[in-house]
């Protein structure tokens, strides 16, 4: 397995790994873990946000983007960033909204997306998840891209109301549809999709800063990934934004050309595998060249989500 490991926080929020290939990771690198930065690393980071649609705001941060949405039954937050982020992601939602939120929905178990929940909790928030984030939170995970043991968190950051196939959210005139996605980027993820606002919510089905982090340990899978992506594109039309759990918005082009994306490696990879190459003449081969000229130098280098889509193939 091929594991990259933080050694240093650099000016700029850059992250170097080791291995045996070297490439810098920009802050929106999921599984870049923050055990080891000073107060003064994370004072450093300030929250952004865009408007998608009144009284409904993107907000970036250090850890998974987040969807902000207001209305007559107060505030609701997709996602929680990193704990250490918590409280500047309450002071965010308090400049937006005027109040802090009363529900937040997690959209799969890692600890850049649930970090915060202790803190918005503590702040008066409902906390939502698919059963599975609740479970694999109480057990604490394994995380091999980067050679990491997530403790089992504490009861106060704990979803508290679960649900296993959809649930139904109604926000004011805003439908909110939760839907599980099976052994994608993990096995509790969560779509969220604004009807009425014509927002989706992908978490980390959608990266939009180079090839996605599949979470082998955690039940994920390139065809799982691949299904949601499709499941979300059948909801999109040419006016829906879509929000992934890492990177810029996007809409549905983009989303159809990163299904491409996906579909193009997984097909190259699959062909080798099925020839008989192994894993190591796989990560030495150009098989997933044409993909890798435009998103092989962004977050995780080729031979990684080589590795993790080889890994995720059934003989």
């Known amino acids: ?14 992250f170097v790994p080791l291995g045996a290939w070297v490439i810098a990771l920009s802050i929106f690198l999921v ?23 009144q009284g409904m705001w993107a907000i970036y941060g250090a850890g998974g983007n987040h969807v902000l949405a207001t209305g007559p039954d107060g505030v609701l937050l997709v996602d929680a960033d990193y704990s250490e982020m918590g409280e500047k992601l309450l002071a965010k939602i308090q400049e937006l909204a005027g109040q802090g939120p009363q529900r937040v929905i997690d959209t ?34 394994h ?30 005139q805003e439908t909110i549809t939760l839907f599980h996605v099976p052994f994608a980027h993990t096995d509790g993820d969560v779509v969220v999709h604004f009807h009425q606002a014509n927002v989706i ?26 299904a949601a992506v499709k499941s979300i594109l059948a909801l999109c039309d040419e006016n829906t934004q879509i929000v992934p759990g890492h990177g810029p918005v996007a809409d549905k082009v983009g989303l159809e050309k990163y299904l491409n994306i996906l579909e ?40 990684a989500f080589k590795e993790m889509v080889y890994r995720s193939l059934q003989d």
Request: proline share 4%.
């Open 201 to 226: 919510h992908t978490g980390d089905i959608v990266f939009y800063c180079g090839y996605p982090f599949i979470d082998l340990n955690a039940g994920g899978g390139i065809d799982g990934i691949i």
């Open 31 to 53: 599984f870049v873990q923050f055990t080891s930065a000073k107060a003064q690393d994370w004072e450093k980071i300030e929250l952004q946000s865009m408007e998608l649609a």
């Open 264 to 303: 193009e490696f997984r097909a190259a990879v699959a062909a080798a595998k099925a020839k008989g190459m192994s894993l190591e003449e796989i990560l030495a081969s150009d098989v997933t060249d044409s993909v890798d000229q435009e998103w092989g130098d962004k977050m995780f280098p080729p031979e």
């Open 143 to 172: 995380l091999d891209v980067i050679d990491h043991d997530q403790p089992p968190a504490d009861p106060g950051a704990l979803p508290v109301l679960t649900f296993t196939d959809t649930m139904t959210l109604y926000f004011g």
């Open 108 to 141: 799969h178990w890692h600890f850049d997306h649930v970090g915060g929940n202790q803190a918005l909790r503590e702040a008066g928030a409902e906390l939502i998840a698919h059963q599975n984030v609740r479970s694999r939170m109480i057990t604490g995970q």
């Open 1 to 14: 397995m091929i594991r990259i490991k933080q050694i240093s926080i650099l000016q700029g929020s850059i």
